[in-house]
């Protein structure tokens, strides 16, 4: 449903959209990402059973603020990683102060998320353009594959990392345990050939409860997940002295970053699938509040998940009553039914996952780019490769780096251009081809803010011009109109052009400059010094006053 003034326009319901097949869709995301969450508190050196807690609270929380119909928040490797590596130093894995440390990394990095919405910080997620969505997920598609293939082939592997993993495991590959890649075939199979005759119907959730019984009748010797403790967990209020809050804000800072990123990466890349607008702001409270209740329920730090936000729309969830309805069911999980993993095939979970992380490898998608854009192509797989080689945070990261530059060197040289008349009508021309749009006036504009890293570009631009100008320049009249802000470097630039172009015998005039940056430039005195005389409103007044002298 949108909005539109005070008119709510409907739309028809998709059967995808209806309420049994959210459900449906709840329960296969819970089938397939309990094992999962479970191999993500270990990584963080947690306690196995709050791996599931954090699809429980947190995830109410998020979806009682978010803006987002797709994400899927809970449990993640790259943050839980992150969390390993800090509190490494500071307890034991798994004690009592090792939980009680992470709640409190938890409840930090919530707190920092909703300083962040607060003060408008979604707009960060605004430097992740399309191309570098596709290659973020290119490679967290190939990173998350490569972690499986181990549990997949039945290898025994000590390797870390995507690359060095996938080594080992060509490298061992003689002891691949042949039952294992027996069910892994099978598994594949059955999910890949299922869903393209009925692409509707929750194989993986058949899949999960068939080797379950299997394994439970007897039927396979296959090695499955470890055991996984029962009931419901007394909540853990966290707490740390000063000291204590000192050490752990590093890593505080490092997980507020990668969980804004990463969460706001792929909602967005998820809800341009369906052409839907994503509030990021909106999403940074739901993080925020996620993360708060995640620390308080005794659990550790929640983020938006790639891969279980793919299961969830492979499964036909397309609101978030998916993920309410998972919450649901990963309750009754954590009360009663926790013993029932341990049948759990390893190498059926790990086949399950990879099916889900290829299909983040949009091959499409990356050929369409490379055929328009070829230098995006190279940015795309650069950031692939990043996330490959050096983890999903870093590789975020690089992507707003590489999209900062990017910014910058378009904003660096602006795209300025000179005004004239054809007829009666005005037109902008390149500097090369330009004409004075009468005898000893020139008109230039410039379509960008000015700022310490392109006024000087600008300055000297505009003293070429001058220079060069035949007949010889009187007046060079700078349309402002497409100017929104000037820095102090620039202002100061301005000022500085005004008194070489004097020097020269030209004098600077300014058209349409927006009120808030003539108040600005009026603060800094360079309109003092400019004159008002020499400020229009329009290009016409402009030329009529330099006909008239």
């Not at 803006?67 to 992150?82: E, P, R």
């Not at 050490?247 to 490092?254: A, D, F, G, S």
């Not at 049948?343 to 889900?356: E, F, G, K, R």
């Not at 100061?492 to 058209?511: F, H, N």
């Amino acid at each position: 449903m949108g909005v539109t003034g005070s008119i709510p326009v409907f739309r028809a319901v998709h059967p995808r959209e209806r309420p049994w097949a959210q459900l449906l869709a709840g329960v296969t995301l819970t089938a397939i990402s309990v094992p999962e969450v479970l191999g993500f508190a270990r990584i963080a050196g947690m306690p196995i059973q709050t791996g599931l807690i954090t699809m429980i609270a947190p995830v109410v929380a998020y979806v009682a603020f978010c803006s987002s119909q797709h994400l899927v928040v809970g449990a993640d490797s790259a943050t839980a990683a992150i969390l390993a590596a800090g509190l490494g130093g500071l307890a034991v894995a798994g004690s009592h102060e090792y939980v009680r440390l992470a709640g409190m990394v938890a409840l930090l990095t919530g707190v920092l998320l909703i300083i962040a919405r607060l003060l408008r910080l979604g707009f960060l997620a605004d430097f992740l353009s399309h191309t570098l969505l596709v290659g973020f997920l290119v490679g967290v598609g190939v990173q998350v594959s490569c972690g499986q293939l181990p549990e997949v082939l039945g290898v025994p592997v000590h390797a870390h990392g995507a690359v060095m993993t996938a080594f080992d495991v060509v490298r061992n590959l003689g002891s691949a345990t042949p039952s294992d890649m027996a069910l892994s075939a099978a598994t594949i199979s059955i999910i890949v050939v299922g869903e393209r005759f009925a692409r509707r119907v929750p194989w993986a959730l058949f899949v999960v409860a068939g080797s379950i019984a299997l394994v439970g009748l007897g039927g396979l010797d296959v090695s499955t997940i470890a055991d996984v403790p029962s009931g419901l967990p007394v909540p853990v209020l966290p707490g740390a002295d000063l000291d204590q809050i000192h050490r752990l804000m590093p890593t505080v800072l490092i997980l507020a970053v990668v969980v804004l990123a990463q969460s706001a990466a792929t909602a967005r890349a998820y809800g341009a699938r369906r052409d839907e607008l994503v509030d990021v702001d909106a999403d940074l409270a739901g993080l925020g509040a996620a993360n708060v209740v995640a620390g308080l329920s005794g659990t550790f730090v929640v983020n938006g998940s790639p891969t279980r936000t793919e299961i969830a729309a492979s499964a036909g969830g397309t609101t978030q009553l998916t993920q309410l309805v998972s919450a649901g069911a990963a309750l009754a999980v954590l009360a009663v039914l926790t013993p029932t993993l341990t049948y759990l095939p390893t190498s059926v979970l790990a086949s399950i996952v990879t099916v889900i992380a290829v299909r983040l490898v949009d091959l499409h998608a990356l050929r369409r780019i490379f055929e328009r854009r070829r230098v995006e192509g190279v940015v795309a797989l650069a950031t692939a490769a990043t996330v490959i080689l050096a983890g999903v945070g870093p590789g975020v990261l690089f992507a707003v780096v590489i999209s900062v530059a990017a910014h910058l060197r378009h904003s660096y040289r602006p795209n300025a251009r000179l005004v004239g008349r054809d007829g009666d009508r005005w037109r902008l021309s390149r500097m090369e081809g330009a004409r004075q749009v009468e005898p000893g006036m020139l008109i230039y504009f410039v379509s960008a803010n000015l700022y310490f890293a392109n006024a000087s570009y600008l300055v000297h631009e505009v003293l070429g011009l001058a220079d060069d100008a035949d007949p010889p320049l009187r007046w060079l009249c700078l349309f402002a109109i497409g100017i929104d802000d000037v820095d102090l470097t620039a202002s100061d630039s301005l000022r500085w052009l005004l008194d070489e172009l004097t020097k020269r015998g030209v004098q600077l005039v300014m058209v349409g400059v927006e009120p808030h940056v003539r108040h600005e430039l009026d603060r800094d005195g360079f309109l003092g010094d400019l004159g008002e005389e020499h400020i229009f409103d329009y290009l016409e007044d402009a030329i009529a006053a330099y006909r008239s002298i």
